[in-house]
């Protein structure tokens, strides 16, 4: 039976505008075994485990736990855990660094401010500091979730690492496993799909030049789905590459009386001041077929398609 990764790949489903939404990534290392809710299904304590999507909720951070890539014998839990926050708007954009021996001290960060950008209480409560080694390339492999990030993603991840690319870790899900192997890389917050390790060597290149590889990218985790694909949208039409060039700055719901699905008109801004309108329309992904391997069940999953890509004057910006 074919896995949902291939079928998402042979029938050519677009990968624009399908990347986690997340203002801020909350990294804990956990080794050995996840289970589909890893907060709550692993060797994390599953009380602490739920107070901390407790106190994530709604304020822009999302926590994953992650793990060094390779084999996985159930050793237990190090006494020292590896711990990163990234925050990925443009403009403010930071990756920091921690260790800690009581994972309990993240119920110490201010989860609201962290969502905003604010790192003071992750540098207060744990002595963070800024990252200074390589990018994080984040891949999925929880086969708990779906089976194609396992077959996909933890040979993605041992290649990388096998090879010497620094800043390779396992995570516990980044959404999308229909697109796998998935990779997010900070601290930038763009996620891949259907990728290969040479590209991912490519996109952690471009990383540290400051540039983003467009190709396979499903869009930045600091926009919501309209406005992934618009920004990505604006990078093909002008060729702007720049990690921090863009950002979306408005999004509206087109107005429709027709029943149709929904439209967004998303404005996208260069720092150099130009803008652009791109309209965005909810689309469905057809023929029908399993979004996930975990179910015989087939849907049609919503796909982000960019309707026009329009550079707006100075007249229009002032309307």
């Known amino acids: 039976m074919s896995t949902c990764a291939t079928v998402s790949r042979d029938l050519g489903e677009p990968i624009s505008g399908t990347a986690a939404t997340a203002r801020t990534w909350l990294l804990l290392e956990q080794p050995g075994p996840w289970g589909a809710r890893a907060l709550t ?23 994953a736990l992650i793990r060094r890539a390779g084999r996985h014998a159930d050793s237990g839990t190090p006494s020292l855990r590896q ?21 309990e001290r993240l119920l110490d960060l201010d989860f ?47 290649e990388l690492a096998a090879s010497g690319v620094g800043g390779i870790w396992e995570v516990t899900h980044l959404g999308g496993h229909r697109f796998s192997p998935t990779v997010l890389v900070l601290p930038y917050g763009y996620a891949y799909g259907r990728v290969e390790a040479r590209t991912v060597k490519e996109i952690l290149h471009g990383v540290t030049e400051g540039r983003i590889v467009v190709e396979g990218c499903r869009g930045s985790s600091a926009w919501e789905r309209p406005g992934q694909a618009a920004e990505l949208a604006v990078r093909a039409a002008a060729g702007e590459l720049a990690a921090d060039a863009l950002s979306v700055v408005r999004t509206e719901n087109a107005v429709r009386t027709d029943g149709a699905a929904a439209r967004w008109e998303v404005t996208v801004a260069h720092i150099d001041g130009r803008h652009w309108r791109v309209v965005v329309a909810q689309g469905a992904s057809l023929p029908p077929r399993p979004e996930t391997c975990g179910t015989s069940v087939l849907g049609a ?15 229009a910006l002032a309307s």
């Open 301 to 315: 999953p919503a796909r982000m398609d960019v309707v026009a890509v329009r550079e707006l004057t100075v007249a």
């Open 112 to 158: 609201t401010a962290l969502g905003a950008g604010d790192h003071r209480t992750f540098d207060a409560a744990l002595r963070g500091h800024p990252h200074t080694g390589d990018p994080l390339a984040l891949v999925c492999t929880n086969g708990k979730r779906d089976r194609c990030c396992a077959l996909l993603g933890r040979p993605l991840a041992a």
């Open 41 to 63: 299904q692993s060797h994390l304590d599953p009380a602490l485990g739920r107070a901390l999507e407790a106190a994530a909720e709604n304020t822009g951070v999302r926590i």
């Open 83 to 103: 711990v990163y926050a990234a925050h990925t708007a443009p403009g403010n954009t930071w990756l920091r660094s921690a260790t800690t021996t009581d994972p």
